[in-house]
């Protein structure tokens, strides 16, 4: 049973920052490609970034140079340090995870069946 659990979420003013983690159980964490993902309200949710399992990384244009995303295999654990916040970065945030060769990220993330955990909610004001 896959299980992610957010943390780190909370409400900044803009220019501030957060680390948002994420632990795993219930997975051969290096098999798996690991994301972020967030959904503000009244809009889809959107890739954020991903990390594969060899540290390779890809990113949503609207939060490059921003939000580096990485990850500690020996702990199961996933960051997203957020530098620079927007309050058009406010949204929910979801950790996801999602079985791959070799843990690796495909350019075709998006499209993959994610697992997902329940969120962590960041808030940014002006």
């Known amino acids: 049973q896959v299980h992610l659990v957010e943390s780190g979420g909370e409400s900044v003013q803009a220019g501030g920052s957060l680390r948002l983690s994420c632990t795993t159980s219930g997975v051969l964490y290096n098999n798996y490609c690991m994301g972020w993902f967030r959904q503000a309200p009244g809009k889809e949710r959107e890739g954020v970034a991903v990390i594969g399992s060899d540290g390779t990384t890809n990113y949503a244009d609207s939060v490059k140079g921003r939000f580096p995303i990485s990850r500690d295999n020996a702990k199961n654990t996933l960051y997203l340090e957020m530098n620079a916040l927007k309050p058009e970065d406010t949204a929910m945030y979801y950790c996801?995870?999602?079985?791959?060769?070799?843990?690796?990220?495909?350019?075709?993330?998006?499209?993959?069946?994610?697992?997902w955990g329940q969120g962590t909610q960041v808030t940014v004001s002006s």
């Open positions: 996801a995870a999602v079985p791959t060769y070799r843990g690796r990220c495909p350019s075709t993330w998006r499209s993959l069946s994610f697992y």
